[in-house]
């Protein structure tokens, strides 16, 4: 039983990434409140791990949040000025119909980096997610794990303040799944602020710094990772530790 | 065996004949420059319905399509009416001119390519959106990535538009007359010979246009089928 490893804590950031605050957010769809209102503010070191049953509303609170959905009422707001930069890694990775090296100058080049910068932080991201065999290779013949691992290349050479990852791993095995929980390490350690959702718990205990825990559309929870783990306070998520061990 | 109207055209191909290869020369070079201006043009503007909300927008999708399949010679009655002498464009003595014939089969070609351009890229960014918004990119942005992305794509629609350019006769007849050595394509010439009579020189014609189209297909689809398979 590997479940309780050491929980990733990151005492080597020394200043926190920007924090994110939902007030009274909510989000419905043809009169039906599918997400909230909810309040949390996440500041603290993270990883932040979403987590909680399928249609929970982990998936649309990470897009209003990252702002690919406007909240129907209430607000998004960051620490600091403005929005901070964000990436987000998606279930079913995103990647142009290019080589692997391209889906990279691409991002690079809509954020505005100098040409002459593209090809060197390009090789670099490369070669740190073990993908310089296939630079050539067109990005959508790639493996499933190539191609997550491309992704989260292509949010590292954006050098988010801020990643979000929607169950980045859910289509994996388990050497892929390693490989892009080492990634989301490395975001961590470089300072990003983590959200990610996953409804993996002994995923979740790997990574998790806080949990944030979602059912009904409503948040149930929102702890330290070993308070969420050892004793949830909320009646949702002791069902959802104990329905998920006796599997 | 020298009435044999495949034996003569068979013979006119095999022996060079200089006023067939002008002629074919010329519809080559009519269609192409016509199919290359109107992608010029009918991508972005394509690209740019499928990214773009705005008022009448449905209106011209459905004006768009419909255009698709616009009779050949009422684009050369436009097109005849705008260059004639009396019209706004007779300065420019256009009318009788391989130019003349190249703006009317801009003017048939671009509804198809704009049309079937927006159905691709919208397809396309059906696929791309999130991961487009999340890059922080504005429409402007993504137009072209999208056309590139749809490269494939685009390159099918491409034949659509040189099939429909190079087989149409009423457009070029009207606004270029079918001057010998002139404004005489492959169409308008197999029109004038079968009116005339000449049917080996007609179906000589005919089997040259045939098997340039097919040409120009089959060289297109490997290219698509070869580089599809590399990039996936």
Known sequence: ?247 | MENNAFYVALSLLLNFDASLFQIVALSLQVSLLAVLIAALLGFPLGAAVALWRFPGRGVMIVALNALMGLPPVVAGLIVYLLLSRAGPLGEWGFLFTPGAMVIAQVVLVLPILAALSRQKVEELLGEYREQFVSLGMSRSRMMPTLLWDARFALLTVLLAGFGRASAEVGAVMMVGGNIDGVTRVMTTAIVLETGKGNLPLALGLGIVLLTLVMLINAGAYLLGELTRRRVG
């Open chain 1, 1 to 247: 039983m590997t479940s309780f490893n050491a929980p990733f804590h990151a005492s080597s950031v020394l200043s926190l990434p920007p924090a994110l605050r939902f007030e009274g957010v909510a989000f419905s769809h043809q009169d039906k409140v599918l997400l909230g209102p909810c309040a949390f503010t996440l500041e603290g070191a993270g990883p932040t791990l979403v987590m909680g049953p399928n249609g929970a509303g982990k998936s649309l609170l990470l897009r209003l949040a990252h702002g690919l959905l406007s909240p129907t009422q209430g607000r998004v707001a960051w620490s600091g000025e403005g929005s901070p930069r964000q990436a987000m890694v998606f279930q079913q990775p995103v990647l142009l119909r290019r080589s692997t090296v391209a889906n990279l100058i691409h991002a690079l080049a809509v954020n505005n980096v100098p040409r002459k910068a593209r090809a060197k932080l390009a090789f670099d991201a490369l070669e740190r997610f073990g993908l310089t065999a296939c630079t050539d290779t067109p990005a959508r013949v790639l493996s499933g794990g190539e191609q997550q691992r491309l992704a989260l290349a292509r949010a590292w050479v954006l050098s988010p303040q801020v990643l979000f990852l929607d169950e980045p791993t859910s289509a994996l095995d388990p050497a892929a799944i390693k490989a892009v929980e080492a990634a989301v390490r490395e975001f961590h350690q470089r300072g990003t602020r983590i959200v990610m959702t996953t409804h993996d718990l002994h995923q979740a205990r790997r990574l998790a710094g806080d949990v944030l825990f979602l059912s009904g559309g409503k948040v149930r929870e929102h702890t330290p990772a070993e308070a969420f783990f050892n004793a949830p306070v909320s009646r949702e998520a002791q069902a959802f530790i104990a329905g998920e061990l006796v599997e």
